[in-house]
């Protein structure tokens, strides 16, 4: 699942090669994916991209005042080319190709989404923040309004919520997801249970310094990447998240995961829950 470092270097990489040129056609693969109906799609014909931006998670092409946002959510991603088919899409819903945006030049991207779960999302919209996952996004992580005593604040006002459940709310921080608040934790040697309410002062320092750091790390190592590359490179800078079973590269400990019905966490019993393994919760939804 992209999260913000990839997102970012998808909006990245879309500045560099479409700015500039006009959108020709979209087609629609998959109708499920648009949020929105007015404007339709093929109002972006003509026009010329004149922005890429990111909100959070969501990645905004910015089609001379008419926005295509996407969220790519679990197994949605953007595949470029340089020379896109030109026939035309059709809109059963059954390929992995949800919308093709064709540019003047005959390159432009599939909006792809794979697997059986479809959350991709697409608006069409003359304002982003009137999509509602973008007008109730917290605070950027990478942004300067992101600083220790807004950090420290989000926190106290969490309460007794879980540190991870925190991390990853959208409305909370935007941008971070399972993968890097998994990663996060693991730098500071916390466990994902915490409560907000038991973080001492020097951890909640030490996670916001892990956050910066993590982020910054993976928007840099994704820099310049093309969007096919940047999954591989994500998995390749993780050190916790995706690895169960493998040993934590801190200690040696074996990895372990806590599993819910459509996702888990990865942690590190010996760095993070003073060496115990956590219960699996897959049979209990007390902990969702
Ligand atoms: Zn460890």
Same mark, same amino acid.
Request: proline fraction near 7%; glycine fraction near 10%.
């Given at each position: ?9 998808? =909006? ?22 648009? &949020?929105?109906?007015?404007?339709? !799609?093929?109002?972006? =014909? ?7 931006? $990111? ?17 790519? /959510?679990?197994?949605?991603?953007? $595949? ?17 190709? =949800? ?9 432009? #991207?599939?909006? +792809?989404?794979?697997? +059986? ?12 923040? +009137? ?27 969490? &309460?007794?919520? $879980? ?29 994902? #249970?915490? !409560? ?34 940047? &999954? ?21 400990? +074996? ?7 459509? &996702? /888990? ?24």
């Amino acid at each position: 699942m992209p999260e913000l470092p990839e997102v970012q270097a998808l =909006a990245d990489f879309l500045r560099g090669r479409a700015v500039g040129l006009a959108v020709a056609r979209v087609d629609v693969g998959a109708i499920h994916v648009l &949020k929105t109906y007015d404007p339709p !799609p093929s109002a972006l =014909a003509g026009s010329p991209v004149t922005g890429v931006l $990111r909100h959070g998670k969501f990645l905004d092409l910015d089609v001379d005042g008419i926005h295509l946002i996407t969220h790519l /959510s679990r197994a949605g991603w953007l $595949r470029w080319s340089e020379a896109l088919p030109t026939a035309p899409l059709k809109p059963s819903g059954r390929g992995p190709v =949800a919308l093709r945006v064709h540019l003047e030049d005959g390159s432009g #991207f599939d909006l +792809t989404e794979a697997g +059986t779960q479809k959350r991709l999302a697409v608006y069409v919209v003359t304002d982003p923040w +009137t999509v509602p996952g973008i007008a109730r996004l917290g605070v950027d992580v990478l942004s300067a309004d992101f600083t220790p005593e807004v950090f420290a604040r989000l926190l106290a006002d969490a &309460k007794g919520k $879980r540190v991870k459940t925190v991390l990853t709310d959208q409305a909370v921080l935007a941008g971070v997801g399972n993968a890097y608040s998994d990663e996060v934790l693991w730098e500071v040697r916390c466990s994902p #249970f915490t !409560p907000c309410s038991s973080l001492t002062p020097e951890q909640v320092t030490l996670l916001f310094d892990a956050l910066q750091t993590t982020l910054r790390e993976a928007v840099a190592r994704a820099e310049g990447l093309p969007a096919e590359g940047l &999954k591989a490179e994500k998995k390749a800078g993780l050190s916790v998240h995706g690895r169960t079973g493998l040993p934590c590269p801190r200690c040696g400990d +074996t990895v372990r995961e806590i599993s819910f019905a459509d &996702k /888990s966490w990865q942690y590190c019993p010996t760095c993070q829950t003073g060496g115990q393994p956590l219960a699996d919760r897959r049979l209990s939804r007390l902990l969702r």
